[in-house]
Protein backbone atom coordinates (compact mmCIF):
# COMPACT_ATOMS: atom_id res chain seq x y z
CA UNK A 1 0.00 0.00 0.00
CA UNK A 2 2.26 3.16 -1.30
CA UNK A 3 1.25 6.86 -1.61
CA UNK A 4 3.20 9.60 -2.33
CA UNK A 5 6.50 10.62 -0.49
CA UNK A 6 5.88 12.59 2.98
CA UNK A 7 6.91 11.19 5.92
CA UNK A 8 3.94 9.34 7.73
CA UNK A 9 0.88 7.60 6.54
CA UNK A 10 -1.67 9.77 6.34
CA UNK A 11 -5.31 7.25 5.92
CA UNK A 12 -7.56 10.26 4.74
CA UNK A 13 -6.43 13.23 2.90
CA UNK A 14 -3.53 12.79 0.46
CA UNK A 15 -2.24 16.58 0.97
CA UNK A 16 -1.59 18.27 4.50
CA UNK A 17 -2.99 17.13 7.51
CA UNK A 18 -4.59 13.51 7.93
CA UNK A 19 -8.04 13.96 8.81
CA UNK A 20 -11.35 11.93 9.61
CA UNK A 21 -14.13 13.77 8.24
CA UNK A 22 -17.68 13.52 9.78
CA UNK A 23 -20.73 15.24 8.98
CA UNK A 24 -23.94 15.82 11.06
CA UNK A 25 -27.39 16.32 9.75
CA UNK A 26 -29.27 18.58 12.20
CA UNK A 27 -33.07 19.34 12.33
CA UNK A 28 -33.13 21.88 9.87
CA UNK A 29 -31.46 19.58 7.07
CA UNK A 30 -28.46 21.74 6.99
CA UNK A 31 -25.23 19.51 6.91
CA UNK A 32 -22.88 20.65 9.51
CA UNK A 33 -19.38 18.80 8.95
CA UNK A 34 -16.46 18.20 12.02
CA UNK A 35 -13.20 16.70 11.70
CA UNK A 36 -10.03 15.27 13.33
CA UNK A 37 -6.63 14.89 12.20
CA UNK A 38 -5.58 10.99 12.11
CA UNK A 39 -1.78 10.14 11.59
CA UNK A 40 0.61 7.02 11.80
CA UNK A 41 4.61 7.71 12.11
CA UNK A 42 7.66 5.61 12.18
CA UNK A 43 7.97 2.26 10.66
CA UNK A 44 6.61 1.50 7.90
CA UNK A 45 4.91 4.50 8.35
CA UNK A 46 8.07 6.24 7.31
CA UNK A 47 7.76 4.77 4.00
CA UNK A 48 4.07 5.62 3.19
CA UNK A 49 3.13 2.32 3.80
CA UNK A 50 1.31 0.24 6.29
CA UNK A 51 0.79 -3.26 6.82
CA UNK A 52 -2.93 -3.99 5.63
CA UNK A 53 -4.41 -6.00 8.32
CA UNK A 54 -3.09 -3.90 11.30
CA UNK A 55 -4.56 -1.14 9.37
CA UNK A 56 -7.86 -2.65 8.96
CA UNK A 57 -8.35 -3.70 11.96
CA UNK A 58 -7.75 0.07 13.35
CA UNK A 59 -10.13 1.27 11.37
CA UNK A 60 -12.88 -0.96 12.71
CA UNK A 61 -11.51 -0.18 16.12
CA UNK A 62 -11.85 2.93 15.03
CA UNK A 63 -15.50 2.98 13.86
CA UNK A 64 -16.83 0.91 16.90
CA UNK A 65 -15.43 3.40 19.13
CA UNK A 66 -16.63 6.60 17.50
CA UNK A 67 -19.78 4.46 16.48
CA UNK A 68 -20.48 3.38 20.17
CA UNK A 69 -19.74 6.83 21.98
CA UNK A 70 -21.14 8.89 19.49
CA UNK A 71 -24.06 7.40 19.61
CA UNK A 72 -24.48 7.15 23.46
CA UNK A 73 -23.53 10.85 23.46
CA UNK A 74 -26.20 11.96 20.43
CA UNK A 75 -29.16 9.50 22.31
CA UNK A 76 -28.10 9.76 26.14
CA UNK A 77 -28.16 6.18 26.20
CA UNK A 78 -25.76 3.09 25.62
CA UNK A 79 -27.52 2.09 22.19
CA UNK A 80 -28.39 -2.10 22.46
CA UNK A 81 -26.34 -4.63 20.33
CA UNK A 82 -29.70 -4.80 18.60
CA UNK A 83 -31.07 -1.05 18.42
CA UNK A 84 -31.13 1.19 15.24
CA UNK A 85 -28.14 3.84 15.88
CA UNK A 86 -28.88 7.28 15.33
CA UNK A 87 -25.12 8.17 13.38
CA UNK A 88 -23.40 5.93 11.23
CA UNK A 89 -19.86 5.90 10.59
CA UNK A 90 -19.43 5.39 6.63
CA UNK A 91 -16.23 5.27 4.28
CA UNK A 92 -15.77 7.25 0.91
CA UNK A 93 -13.82 5.22 -1.74
CA UNK A 94 -10.07 5.79 -1.94
CA UNK A 95 -8.89 8.78 -4.36
CA UNK A 96 -6.77 8.69 -6.99
CA UNK A 97 -3.43 9.05 -6.76
CA UNK A 98 -2.67 8.28 -2.29
CA UNK A 99 -4.07 6.13 0.01
CA UNK A 100 -7.11 8.50 0.92
CA UNK A 101 -10.53 8.43 2.22
CA UNK A 102 -12.92 10.17 4.01
CA UNK A 103 -14.89 9.12 7.35
CA UNK A 104 -18.26 9.98 7.51
CA UNK A 105 -20.85 10.37 10.75
CA UNK A 106 -24.18 11.13 9.66
CA UNK A 107 -27.66 10.45 10.63
CA UNK A 108 -29.13 6.87 9.57
CA UNK A 109 -31.80 6.43 7.62
CA UNK A 110 -35.19 6.46 9.21
CA UNK A 111 -34.69 8.01 12.67
CA UNK A 112 -35.15 11.73 13.78
CA UNK A 113 -32.80 14.20 13.29
CA UNK A 114 -32.70 15.16 16.91
CA UNK A 115 -28.61 15.74 17.60
CA UNK A 116 -27.86 17.61 20.58
CA UNK A 117 -26.04 21.17 19.42
CA UNK A 118 -22.69 20.05 21.13
CA UNK A 119 -22.43 17.22 18.99
CA UNK A 120 -22.13 20.21 16.36
CA UNK A 121 -19.74 22.71 18.24
CA UNK A 122 -17.58 20.07 19.58
CA UNK A 123 -17.91 16.87 17.55
CA UNK A 124 -14.15 16.10 16.71
CA UNK A 125 -12.97 17.23 20.73
CA UNK A 126 -15.88 14.84 21.68
CA UNK A 127 -14.66 11.82 19.87
CA UNK A 128 -11.45 12.53 19.91
CA UNK A 129 -11.82 12.16 23.92
CA UNK A 130 -13.85 9.06 23.29
CA UNK A 131 -11.24 7.08 21.25
CA UNK A 132 -8.78 8.66 24.24
CA UNK A 133 -10.69 7.70 27.12
CA UNK A 134 -11.20 4.05 25.57
CA UNK A 135 -7.62 3.57 24.50
CA UNK A 136 -6.17 5.20 27.77
CA UNK A 137 -8.43 2.69 30.14
CA UNK A 138 -7.18 -0.61 28.65
CA UNK A 139 -3.65 0.61 28.61
CA UNK A 140 -3.89 0.88 32.66
CA UNK A 141 -3.39 4.65 32.35
CA UNK A 142 -6.93 5.43 34.50
CA UNK A 143 -6.20 8.50 35.58
CA UNK A 144 -5.23 10.11 32.53
CA UNK A 145 -8.97 8.22 30.94
CA UNK A 146 -10.92 9.88 33.75
CA UNK A 147 -9.50 13.21 32.50
CA UNK A 148 -10.68 12.29 29.07
CA UNK A 149 -13.80 11.47 30.33
CA UNK A 150 -14.27 14.75 32.79
CA UNK A 151 -12.88 16.80 29.15
CA UNK A 152 -16.26 15.37 27.45
CA UNK A 153 -18.64 16.30 29.78
CA UNK A 154 -16.90 19.66 30.53
CA UNK A 155 -17.99 20.40 27.02
CA UNK A 156 -21.10 18.96 27.01
CA UNK A 157 -22.17 21.80 29.92
CA UNK A 158 -24.17 19.62 32.31
CA UNK A 159 -26.09 19.99 35.78
CA UNK A 160 -25.00 18.15 38.29
CA UNK A 161 -27.14 15.16 37.95
CA UNK A 162 -27.08 15.19 34.14
CA UNK A 163 -23.56 15.08 34.56
CA UNK A 164 -23.33 12.43 36.71
CA UNK A 165 -25.68 10.47 34.57
CA UNK A 166 -23.71 10.88 31.45
CA UNK A 167 -20.50 9.87 33.02
CA UNK A 168 -22.04 6.69 33.97
CA UNK A 169 -23.12 6.05 30.17
CA UNK A 170 -19.34 7.07 28.93
CA UNK A 171 -17.94 4.66 31.64
CA UNK A 172 -20.08 2.02 30.18
CA UNK A 173 -19.24 2.84 26.67
CA UNK A 174 -15.00 2.27 27.80
CA UNK A 175 -15.79 -1.22 29.61
CA UNK A 176 -17.48 -2.45 26.34
CA UNK A 177 -14.77 -1.15 23.82
CA UNK A 178 -11.84 -3.36 25.39
CA UNK A 179 -11.51 -5.18 22.19
CA UNK A 180 -12.16 -2.20 19.91
CA UNK A 181 -8.85 -0.58 21.89
CA UNK A 182 -6.91 -3.73 20.79
CA UNK A 183 -7.80 -2.95 17.05
CA UNK A 184 -7.27 0.76 17.32
CA UNK A 185 -3.68 -0.39 18.01
CA UNK A 186 -2.83 -3.12 15.86
CA UNK A 187 -0.48 -1.34 13.63
CA UNK A 188 1.46 0.25 16.37
CA UNK A 189 4.82 -1.21 17.46
CA UNK A 190 4.28 -4.09 14.61
CA UNK A 191 4.11 -1.07 11.62
CA UNK A 192 4.19 2.56 12.92
CA UNK A 193 5.72 3.61 16.12
CA UNK A 194 2.23 5.53 16.75
CA UNK A 195 -1.01 7.09 16.15
CA UNK A 196 -2.04 10.36 16.84
CA UNK A 197 -5.46 11.94 16.80
CA UNK A 198 -5.92 15.74 16.53
CA UNK A 199 -8.73 18.66 17.08
CA UNK A 200 -7.92 21.68 16.76
CA UNK A 201 -5.05 22.31 19.30
CA UNK A 202 -5.08 19.20 21.10
CA UNK A 203 -2.99 16.04 20.36
CA UNK A 204 -3.74 12.34 21.88
CA UNK A 205 -1.11 10.22 20.96
CA UNK A 206 -1.03 6.38 21.67
CA UNK A 207 2.41 4.66 21.21
CA UNK A 208 4.10 1.32 21.70
CA UNK A 209 4.29 0.76 25.35
CA UNK A 210 0.28 1.94 25.48
CA UNK A 211 0.03 -0.78 22.76
CA UNK A 212 1.35 -3.30 24.16
CA UNK A 213 -0.49 -3.06 27.46
CA UNK A 214 -3.88 -2.59 25.98
CA UNK A 215 -2.99 -5.92 23.98
CA UNK A 216 -1.64 -7.69 26.97
CA UNK A 217 -3.75 -10.20 29.04
CA UNK A 218 -3.01 -9.19 32.23
CA UNK A 219 -3.68 -5.44 33.48
CA UNK A 220 -0.58 -3.77 33.05
CA UNK A 221 0.22 0.15 33.86
CA UNK A 222 1.58 2.57 31.63
CA UNK A 223 3.74 5.34 32.77
CA UNK A 224 4.74 8.80 31.51
CA UNK A 225 8.04 9.82 29.73
CA UNK A 226 10.34 10.12 32.84
CA UNK A 227 13.94 10.62 33.15
CA UNK A 228 15.77 7.35 34.64
CA UNK A 229 19.21 6.46 35.39
CA UNK A 230 20.12 2.86 34.81
CA UNK A 231 23.04 -0.09 35.29
CA UNK A 232 22.84 -2.16 32.57
CA UNK A 233 23.36 -5.91 32.54
CA UNK A 234 23.15 -6.72 29.37
CA UNK A 235 22.22 -6.45 25.68
CA UNK A 236 20.26 -8.55 23.81
CA UNK A 237 20.80 -7.65 20.71
CA UNK A 238 18.40 -9.08 18.30
CA UNK A 239 15.57 -8.28 19.78
CA UNK A 240 16.81 -4.19 20.29
CA UNK A 241 16.46 -4.71 24.30
CA UNK A 242 18.70 -4.46 27.40
CA UNK A 243 18.65 -6.18 30.79
CA UNK A 244 18.89 -3.48 33.37
CA UNK A 245 18.61 -2.48 37.25
CA UNK A 246 15.55 -1.73 38.45
CA UNK A 247 16.10 2.04 40.22
CA UNK A 248 13.97 1.48 42.82
CA UNK A 249 14.57 -2.20 43.71
CA UNK A 250 17.75 -2.99 43.70
CA UNK A 251 18.55 -6.90 42.56
CA UNK A 252 15.58 -6.62 40.07
CA UNK A 253 16.36 -7.27 36.68
CA UNK A 254 13.78 -5.86 33.69
CA UNK A 255 13.78 -6.02 30.11
CA UNK A 256 13.94 -2.27 28.42
CA UNK A 257 13.62 -2.16 24.53
CA UNK A 258 15.04 0.35 22.84
CA UNK A 259 12.72 2.28 20.25
CA UNK A 260 15.43 4.87 19.92
CA UNK A 261 16.39 4.53 15.94
CA UNK A 262 20.53 4.65 16.90
CA UNK A 263 20.52 0.84 18.01
CA UNK A 264 20.96 -0.01 14.59
CA UNK A 265 23.80 2.23 14.32
CA UNK A 266 26.46 -0.30 14.42
CA UNK A 267 28.52 0.30 17.18
CA UNK A 268 26.39 2.62 19.84
CA UNK A 269 25.48 4.11 23.17
CA UNK A 270 23.69 0.78 23.83
CA UNK A 271 25.30 -1.95 22.18
CA UNK A 272 28.84 -0.64 24.29
CA UNK A 273 26.61 0.00 27.49
CA UNK A 274 27.06 -3.28 29.41
CA UNK A 275 27.83 -2.40 33.41
CA UNK A 276 27.54 0.93 32.57
CA UNK A 277 25.53 3.49 33.92
CA UNK A 278 23.00 5.11 31.62
CA UNK A 279 20.68 8.20 31.51
CA UNK A 280 17.31 7.41 29.57
CA UNK A 281 14.24 8.73 28.73
CA UNK A 282 11.89 6.21 29.00
CA UNK A 283 8.36 4.96 29.84
CA UNK A 284 7.86 2.52 32.65
CA UNK A 285 5.30 -0.17 32.55
CA UNK A 286 4.00 -1.63 35.70
CA UNK A 287 2.31 -4.93 36.96
CA UNK A 288 0.68 -5.40 40.59
CA UNK A 289 2.34 -1.94 41.28
CA UNK A 290 5.92 -3.18 40.54
CA UNK A 291 8.06 -2.56 37.35
CA UNK A 292 7.38 -4.73 34.79
CA UNK A 293 9.06 -3.22 31.06
CA UNK A 294 10.85 -0.11 30.40
CA UNK A 295 10.29 1.36 26.96
CA UNK A 296 13.59 3.41 26.01
CA UNK A 297 13.36 6.17 23.65
CA UNK A 298 16.78 7.94 24.29
CA UNK A 299 20.34 7.91 26.27
CA UNK A 300 23.23 9.12 26.96
CA UNK A 301 26.02 8.16 29.48
CA UNK A 302 25.20 9.19 33.09
CA UNK A 303 27.39 12.04 34.51
Known amino acids: MVAGNRRCFDPIFG ?11 TAEGHVEQFRFNIRFDGLDADDHVI ?38 IRATPPRDGCVQFDAVVEMSKGVL ?26 AGQKKQAKLEVEAMLDLMRLEKDDRQRERE ?27 SLAANDDTTVFDVPMAQAVRSKAELEVGE ?20 EDPNEPGHFVSA ?16 SVTKMLEVQAKATYRDGRLYRLHIMDAKLAA
Open 15 to 25: SGAPRLLASLL
Open 169 to 195: HIERVIELSRPAAAQIVAPIGRSCESL
Open 225 to 244: METLVLRVDGVVVHSRSLKV
Open 257 to 272: EVRDPAFTDGENIYTQ
Open 113 to 138: PLLKPVLISAGAKLAMHIVGAVVKRW
Open 51 to 88: DMRYFGEALIGLERTLSLGLNTLATGSVPSSRGKLVLA
